[in-house]
T-cell receptor, first 117, second 113 residues
Framework: AQSVTQLGSHVSVSEGALVLLRCNYSSSVPPYLFWYVQYPNQGLQLLLKYTTGATLVKGINGFEAEFKKSETSFHLTKPSAHMSDAAEYFCAVSVHLQGGATNKLIFGTGTLLAVQP | DGGITQSPKYLFRKEGQNVTLSCEQNLNHDAMYWYRQDPGQGLRLIYYSQIVNDFQKGDIAEGYSVSREKKESFPLTVTSAQKNPTAFYLC????????????FGPGTRLTVL
């Protein structure tokens, strides 16, 4: 069964510092992996996704993530944090449901990123 | 603008009452989903629908019901059988085939008084 583990429910960085949010997955088939961001009392916005091909994926707002099959990881990084990056971040893996026609997302428990001035 | 709308944004309910949360999308997506979000637990799937007039239970369907009479609409009813309904509810949609990306609405926060 597929699962997602996000290490660190709270991460705090200084403005301008590197952001690293960790995500490890478990999947019996090649996974599709996603990072979403959620601002308070709002829905989820897609940051980036990995399906196939290039293992380094670039997303919006300067974020990127690297799929490492050998480490079953999909960590999210940003070279320089900005105050506007403060939000909750969710990693998710896609599970194909009956008939393969649609999917279910399995979410991690989220990491709340705080950015200190 | 294309997107997903959820209403109301905030909803208060007395114990024992049923309440219906609205989800509408104009993205022409086939599949729609309802998730429940609780602090520290991520998102959990309640129900999903691949096409009109068809829907399946997710991981935590007990105490909830849905309908899919139109492609654009996927309302969720929280019944009195749901023992702990206070949560943030998120609706999502995606095209049926191809890319797996789900797009989310802004959410409804339900509080039981």
């Amino acid at each position: 069964a597929q699962s997602v583990t996000q290490l660190g429910s709270h991460v705090s960085v200084s403005e301008g510092a590197l952001v690293l949010l960790r995500c490890n997955y478990s999947s019996s088939v090649p996974p599709y992996l996603f990072w979403y961001v959620q601002y308070p009392n709002q829905g989820l916005q897609l940051l980036l996704k990995y399906t196939t091909g290039a293992t380094l994926v670039k997303g919006i707002n300067g974020f990127e993530a690297e799929f490492k099959k050998s480490e079953t990881s999909f960590h999210l990084t940003k070279p320089s944090a900005h105050m506007s990056d403060a939000a909750e971040y969710f990693c998710a893996v896609s599970v194909h449901l009956q008939g393969g026609a649609t999917n279910k997302l399995i979410f991690g428990t989220g990491t709340l990123l705080a950015v200190q001035p | 603008d294309g997107g997903i709308t959820q209403s109301p944004k905030y909803l208060f309910r007395k114990e024992g009452q049923n309440v219906t949360l609205s989800c509408e999308q104009n993205l022409n997506h086939d599949a729609m989903y309802w998730y429940r979000q609780d602090p520290g637990q991520g998102l959990r799937l309640i129900y999903y629908s691949q096409i009109v007039n068809d829907f399946q239970k997710g991981d935590i369907a007990e105490g909830y019901s849905v309908s899919r009479e139109k492609k654009e609409s996927f309302p969720l009813t929280v019944t009195s059988a749901q023992k702990n309904p206070t949560a943030f509810y998120l609706c999502a949609s995606r095209v049926r085939q191809g890319a797996d990306t789900q797009y989310f609405g802004p959410g409804t926060r339900l509080t039981v008084l």
